[in-house]
């Protein structure tokens, strides 16, 4: 009742001691425990999850108290899965149980923010008297006004504002762009549709509906493992995680599983209960490494040389020695092992392996009439001769349907069985020249190869050999031919590709190869498949990611382990898994309205706007293979880029060097109004140089990107590689960048301009709801709902279930839902445009897309329009070109309801396509409809309903019609996959009652079954769907062009690059006691990216801030203690952040975990003067020819599927000690000289001698302590 | 005048003292306590400054209360002048302890940026106000050095009688016309202090957990108070 009197009870006190009265038992107040209780009681409990990219979405029940989140529990309700296996909780791990705390912490926006100085601007242009067009174009037009604003981005000064007015800036700002310079200027990027798919299609519903841009970001991110589509033609299909209780053997190398997949670590220790043997390939000694019974501790980036020696002994041991019969079936049937590949002739008397032969080199093409020349060829061992057999492209795309299976028949339907080889059979041999990337430079490999004659049509004949044979070869593999001693080859070091070889590179003994190759290929043998490789971003973030990862496909291949449960490739980066892709893709990118939507590939757009492409120190001639033809020899990185843009290969944004809107009046004017003659138009235009592409001008004012939003990501914190360049091209801020910058003037494409443009973007619109580095650097900032505070989907490719983000609580203060703030800023559009816009004709340039028949562009050798080669005809030489109508002033309404092309055109998905007209219906039912008829989705759970009735994998109906379309195209019975649940519909109820298993269907390659776990490949291995590859295979042998020219037909070594960063590093740096170090940034255990990261909680458990850990003995050559203040530099820029010195690193290498900001205690750097910097500070984007191919069956481009990857894991870096008096924590009120002090100062410039550009790295830098 | 500050004040400060924490105590059981900033920094400095800040603090208050309040000079025989030499060296001494530790205290809470952003309004002000007391109390001491040498223990005895007369009810202020100056604002500033004492850090001094020095081992509380 009262504290002080519960307290007086001197008289009342009866204490009983106990235990000798060492104790004693008092009948005290207890009211102060209520706190504590208080604390855990709630009103209700509400089901949602956290839409992060962590890959988890794990269940979660949010707790609500009087109106606000108390805390959240996991929740513990998932289906079962099957007798004898394991469940899948508990899921969900300390950064998700952390998370309630943002929702009332200092971070969080709660109200709209606008640049002070911005918002004062515009206020006057509108208290003048102006419209807000042409207040914000009065802004523009005044380069003092606008450097006003832009040249404080970063550096604070946000006020209030209200709703009404920042949408109509953000309006006012779209409109300009979209009048003045074109639709395709207005940017979108936004991460992970599966984390929340209402939250990303908001945005990019709004976009694609006035013409913006979406960027792609599973490439940018370098989670997009190229080796994938590369082989499969599939963006990345992998087992969920209970599958790994499946598999009786896993290599696990680059993916620490316990820290960054922790809800689904337990499957991996519950394994090994299982009697499953685990190797860990680590070159530190991580989390995972702990539960394995072999630890390979591998040199970072090395992991090709080890997995190629692996499949050394396998190939040696069970395909030539002896051969097994499961692994020589499963290649014959599911792999091009047994297609011909020509070799053409090189001087003295060897040969290098070429292009496939196609069916149409062949007298009379085989009897194929349809798209020869995209038909491989293979050698019948039941009618001996040469035979196209189904499955290849060609099959895919010609009108005859039914003949794109993987049955082992003719097109005729007779049966074949290809032949692996030709040895024994054929007596020649030839010498093949095979490239070799060592250390000391490029050389070829001759080794003799079986090969075959072939008449080929019109005249001349060809030597083809199998790829099977080549691959022997390429792998050294000895088998009788050379007369060499077999016996001794594993150990000989000068050998490439033997285990003896790959111990001088990766440091692993090669007895542990040998054996756990042995180990790996006789489980697989004995259990038909049930090896499994799980790998990460520890083996996918580097330059030559594919080249490590097609050496470990190769190897679960040659043991037939793809497509069966428990075995083959895992591998775990990004959530990318968006289960119902074909019930969002409609709603997302406005198909129901528009089609064709603009995208564009993040990598390419990022490395040529924030001009990293000026600073490119890689030589790109040096990456090529010495039996390049190298049509493009002597051309930059840059050069490939836009060479790939034009032919159509890669996506263009801008397209053009004016406003589509203007070209299309232009075309109009000429009279090639209609879109038979507009293509030919631009194309003529195009060559006559009337018309250019705006990547040949890329700094040119009116090709920059002006506006840019972003949502749901932290794009210029967490995900710009090349971080200080962001800051200084697109946005004009204040940045680190050390280099010269003048390396891209070598560019034979791009315009050089001597000025380097800063602050591209007029407009940044950041939407979050924690305050971080984008929105430091934004002009406006909209605060957003919380995921305990909306309503959205979720999905995974870690587990099969599909569940909710629930509106547990009311978006705090004045947040909103993503879906209602694009339906906001799309009112103010519409309010707007129809004065200014009205309606519009745009035309839209898109590559040659995968999965679509215009990827079949070029079929047999490489033609550039701009050399004369070829003509540019729109969609096979060229971008294909659209004409859409835009009514800008109906975006709003548009964007609330499901448009009529969807009732017209049906919807699809993967190349095939079913009409949908029942479940528009159904939706106009359950929805409600507009004064239109159509269906709403105004509400954001009415969008996902849409999602949910639409998609196959939610609709049993669509499944089972979804799953006719392809039975048609491949002549298979495929409905039985989904039959079982055909008359289910899941509805967004549902999954907040308890999350549901999705319906089989044919966007995925796995099943949902009582019988197995969810393996990618499956119905490819086991219902003979083929693969979406040129040979319909997987593919060893890759034989474009391109991929020759730098020598990866085959997977082979190639050492991480020199990027030639440290070169005249300023003088301060150098003095003193440093490091060399590779710079390595794994994920870390306390944030997922840089959410968490400064999250309260997690900043308690290490060191609250930022920090890189270092091998012990490096930190004690450089005089480095553990928690000293530690400078990270190159020419990139600088870091700071606490030293962690642990054992667990191994030498030669600094580990800062990703993105860790720099907005919680990080000091200057003394070499900037700027704040400390994070992670991307010290990282350049470098792009990669071969990922540019497009128009090439399955290298072609589709949006987070095939292009160039943003690799950042090739970076050295000088690290050494700051004293603790020498930090400065930079807080001083901003003052003119401050302002306008933007570069970094001339003394902290790297001023390198020579002009030498890097190229691999000829001589690995001497990592160590030095000085 | 007088009486206000030395006959009402003494009575005002004294209730909102003791009704003042009595009020604290029942509705903000969360927030009594010290505010300890230990954790924050400064290890090596806090050892010192907190013990003699607290020792020497200790000390005074002792020296006060049992000099001038009891009669227990008086009951040991000590003659007023002795009894005056012991206060003026004990006090003297004890003040000097704490006034060094409350120097550093207050450095550090002022220069240690860690305690500075810790640190509210209230912990600046008593700790302020607390030295400010002090360094007159010790001010003082000179006027006392003075009338030690010549004798004089006038000053001692009227103190002695207006504390009493406090204490039984019967205040009167009027006793304390002839003391100098510097005296009264010495006692403006300590009444001062107990008005003060509920609304800062103070109210530790109330909850001194003494018990640990004599409690049992492990103690276990019943379910219910009844």
């Given at each position: 009742m009262s504290h002080l009197f519960d307290r007086l009870t001197f008289f009342a006190r009866s204490s009983e001691p106990f235990a000798d009265g060492h104790g004693v038992k008092i009948r005290e107040d207890r009211q102060s425990e209520q706190a504590y209780r208080s604390r855990w009681r709630h009103d209700k409990v509400v089901r949602s999850t956290h839409g992060v990219n962590c890959t988890g979405s794990c269940s979660w029940n949010i707790h609500v108290k009087e109106g606000l989140v108390a805390f959240e529990v996991q929740a513990t309700d998932y289906p079962r899965t099957r007798p004898g296996m394991p469940n899948h909780e508990p899921r969900g791990c300390q950064r998700g149980a952390s998370y309630s705390w943002y929702l009332y912490s200092p971070h969080r926006i709660k109200h709209p923010l606008v640049r002070a100085r911005l918002i004062a601007l515009y206020r006057a242009e509108r208290a003048a008297g102006k419209d807000p067009v042409e207040a914000w174009a009065a802004i523009q037009a005044d380069p003092e006004k606008r450097r006003l604003y832009t040249a404080v981005r970063g550096l604070g000064g946000f006020v209030r504002a209200g709703w009404d007015e920042v949408t109509e800036i953000i309006a006012a700002a779209n409109i300009h762009t979209i009048r003045t310079y074109g639709p395709d200027r207005v940017i979108g990027f936004s991460p992970i549709p599966a984390m929340s798919m209402i939250s990303f299609a908001a945005g990019a519903r709004y976009l694609s509906l006035i013409g913006g841009v979406s960027l792609s970001f599973y490439d940018w991110y370098c989670d997009l493992p190229p080796a994938s589509p590369q082989t499969w033609g599939e963006q990345t299909d992998v087992p969920e995680s209970a599958d790994w209780w499946n598999a009786s053997y896993i290599i696990a190398a680059g993916a620490n599983l316990p820290m960054t997949r922790t809800p689904d670590a337990h499957f991996y220790s519950e394994a090994r209960y299982n009697g499953t043997k685990i190797v860990a390939v680590s070159p530190d000694y991580a989390e995972y490494v702990k539960f394995a019974d072999l630890w390979m501790p591998a040199k970072a980036g090395t992991d090709a040389a080890l997995f190629l020696a692996m499949g050394h002994v396998v190939l040696k041991e069970f395909f030539v020695d002896r051969e097994e019969p499961y692994f020589s079936d499963y290649a014959r049937r599911f792999t091009d092992l047994p297609m011909l590949v020509m070799l053409r002739p090189l001087e003295g008397g060897r040969y290098a392996a070429d292009r496939f032969l196609r069916a149409s080199d062949l007298p009379g093409a085989l009897?194929?009439?349809?798209?020869?020349?995209w038909k491989t060829v293979a050698w019948d061992e039941t009618r001996p001769g040469l035979v196209a057999p189904r499955g290849a492209v060609g099959h895919r795309w010609q009108e005859e349907a039914g003949r794109w299976n993987l049955k082992e028949e003719d097109a005729q339907g007779r049966k074949v069985r290809l032949a692996l080889s030709a040895f024994g059979e054929a007596d020649e041999r030839v010498a093949v020249a095979f490239p070799y990337f060592a250390e000391e430079g490029a050389r070829t490999i001759e080794r003799l190869v079986p090969v075959r004659r072939v008449r080929l049509a019109g005249s001349g004949e060809a030597l083809v050999a199998t790829v099977f044979d080549l691959l022997l070869a390429h792998y050294g593999v000895e088998r009788g031919i050379a007369g060499e001693d077999a016996a001794t080859l594993y150990d000989d070091p000068t050998r490439p590709y033997t285990p003896a070889w790959q111990e001088t590179i990766t440091g692993v003994k090669k007895a542990d190869v040998i054996r756990t190759a042995r180990e790996f290929a006789q489980n697989a043998a004995k259990t038909r498949g049930r090896s499994l490789v799980i790998v990460g971003a520890g083996t996918n973030h580097w330059y030559h990611a594919d080249m490590n990862y097609r050496a470990i496909i190769n190897l679960v291949h040659l043991c037939g382990c793809v497509g069966q449960s428990g075995g083959g490739w895992a591998h775990y980066v990004g959530q990318e898994k968006l289960r119902p892709q074909a019930g969002w893709q409609p709603l997302a990118f406005a198909l129901d309205w528009l089609r064709p939507p603009r995208q564009m590939a993040g990598t390419s757009f990022f490395y040529l706007h924030t001009d990293q492409w000026r600073y490119e120190t890689l030589n790109a001639d040096a990456l090529l293979s010495p039996t390049a033809r190298a049509a493009y020899r002597g051309s930059s990185l840059c050069d490939y880029e836009v060479a790939a843009e034009r032919m159509g290969w890669l996506p263009s944004a801008p397209h053009f060097d004016r406003n589509p809107l203007t070209l299309y009046e232009e075309a109009r004017a000429a009279g090639a109004e209609d879109p038979d003659r507009l293509a030919p138009y631009i194309a003529e235009r195009l060559r006559a140089g009337s018309l250019r592409m705006a990547a040949e001008d890329i700094d040119a004012p009116e090709n920059w990107p002006r506006n840019l939003f972003v949502w749901r990501a932290n794009l210029i914190g967490t995900s710009a590689k090349g971080h200080e360049y962001f800051l200084k091209h697109l946005l004009g801020a204040q940045n680190a960048v050390l280099g010269r910058g003048d390396e891209g003037r070598s560019s034979r494409e791009i315009k050089w301009r001597d000025e380097a443009p800063t602050a591209k973007l007029d407009l940044l619109v950041d939407i979050n709801f924690r305050l971080n580095s984008t929105g430091a650097c934004a002009d406006i900032v909209l605060p957003t709902a919380t995921w305990y505070e909306k309503d959205d989907l979720s999905t995974t490719d870690m587990h099969p279930f599909i569940h909710p983000l629930c509106r547990a609580v009311d978006p705090g203060w004045e947040s909103r839902s993503d879906w209602q703030i694009f339906a906001a800023i799309a009112a103010a559009f519409s309010a707007l445009a129809g004065k200014h816009l009205g309606k519009k004709k745009d035309i839209v340039a898109t590559p040659l897309l995968h999965d679509t028949p215009a990827e079949l562009g070029q079929p047999i050798a490489v033609k550039d329009w701009r050399r004369g080669e070829c003509e540019p005809v729109p969609g096979r030489t060229m971008p294909q070109l659209f004409i859409v109508e835009r009514d800008y002033a109906r975006v709003c309404e548009q964007y609330a309801a499901i448009g009529p092309l969807l009732r017209e055109r049906g919807n699809g998905v993967k190349g095939i396509a079913w009409e949908t007209a029942h479940e528009l219906d159904a939706l106009k039912a359950l929805n409600g409809e507009t004064a239109a008829g159509l269906p709403s989705i105004a509400e954001d759970i009415a969008a996902c309903e849409a999602i949910l009735m639409l998609a196959p994998e939610t609709n049993g109906e669509v499944a089972h019609r979804a799953w006719r379309a392809l039975e048609k195209k491949t002549g298979l019975s495929l409905t039985h996959l989904a039959q079982a649940r055909r008359a289910e519909k899941l509805r967004f109820r549902d999954l907040v009652r308890q999350p549901r298993k999705i319906i089989t269907s044919p966007t995925w390659s796995g099943i949902e079954s009582e019988e197995v776990s969810y393996s990618a490949g499956y119905t490819n291995i086991h219902e003979a769907i083929p693969f979406r590859t040129l040979t319909g295979r997987a593919q060893f042998y890759i034989d474009h062009e391109w991929m020759l020219d730098f020598g990866e037909g085959f997977p082979l070594y190639r050492p991480p690059l020199d990027l030639k960063e440290l070169e005249g590093a300023p003088r301060a740096a150098t003095a003193g006691p440093h490091l060399v170090l590779r710079w390595i940034t794994p994920h870390s255990k306390w944030g997922i990216h840089s959410t968490y990261n400064d999250n309260l909680r997690m900043l308690n458990l290490f060191r609250g801030g930022p920090y890189v850990w270092l091998a012990e003995a490096d930190a004690a050559a450089a005089g480095i203690r553990d928690n000293d203040w530690v400078e990270a530099l190159n020419a990139n820029g600088a870091a700071v952040a606490r030293a962690v010195v642990s054992q667990r690193i191994p030498r030669g290498v600094a580990m800062m975990y990703h993105a860790q900001e720099k907005t919680v205690n990080v000091p200057g750097s003394p070499t900037t003067r700027q704040r400390g910097g994070i992670l991307n500070s010290l990282t350049r984007v470098v792009v990669k020819p071969t990922h540019m191919i497009g128009g090439y069956a399955q290298l072609s481009w589709l949006m987070n599927y095939y292009g160039p990857i943003g690799s950042q894991r090739d970076t050295t870096v000088i690290v050494r000690k700051i004293a603790e008096e020498a930090i400065d924590w930079l807080e001083r009120p901003l003052t003119d000289a401050r302002e306008g002090a933007r570069d970094a100062p001339e003394t902290a410039r790297f001023q390198p001698e020579s002009d030498e550009r890097g190229g691999f790295a000829a001589e690995q830098p001497h990592f160590g302590a030095a000085g | 005048m007088n009486l206000i500050v030395f006959g009402v004040y003494p009575y005002l400060a004294g209730t909102v003292f003791i009704v003042g924490s009595l009020l604290r105590y029942e509705r903000e059981q969360d927030g009594w306590g010290a505010y300890s900033t230990q954790l924050l920094g400064s290890r090596r400095t806090m050892v010192w400054a907190s013990n003699l800040w607290h020792a020497g603090i200790l000390l005074v208050f002792l020296g006060h209360f049992a000099g001038m309040l009891t009669p227990f000079f008086e009951a040991v025989g000590v003659p007023p002048l002795a009894h005056q030499w012991i206060a003026f060296t004990a006090g003297t001494a004890a003040g000097t302890i704490a006034m060094i530790g409350g120097v550093m205290l207050l450095c550090r809470r002022f220069f240690n940026s860690r305690v500075r952003a810790a640190s509210r309004f209230s912990d600046f002000f008593i700790l302020l106000w607390l030295l400010a007391t002090l360094g007159i109390g010790l001010a003082t001491q000179a006027v006392t050095a003075r009338d030690l040498v010549n004798g004089n223990v006038g000053s001692m005895t009227i103190f002695e009688a207006y504390l009493h007369s406090l204490a039984t009810l019967r205040p009167h202020p009027a006793l304390l016309a002839p003391v100098p100056m510097i005296y009264k604002v010495h006692m403006f500033f300590g009444m001062t202090v107990f008005l003060l004492f509920p609304f800062t850090r103070l109210v530790h001094i109330w909850t001194v957990p003494f018990n640990y020095l004599v409690r049992r081992y492990q103690i276990v509380r019943a379910r219910r108070t009844a």
């Open positions: 009897g194929e009439n349809e798209k020869a020349e | -």
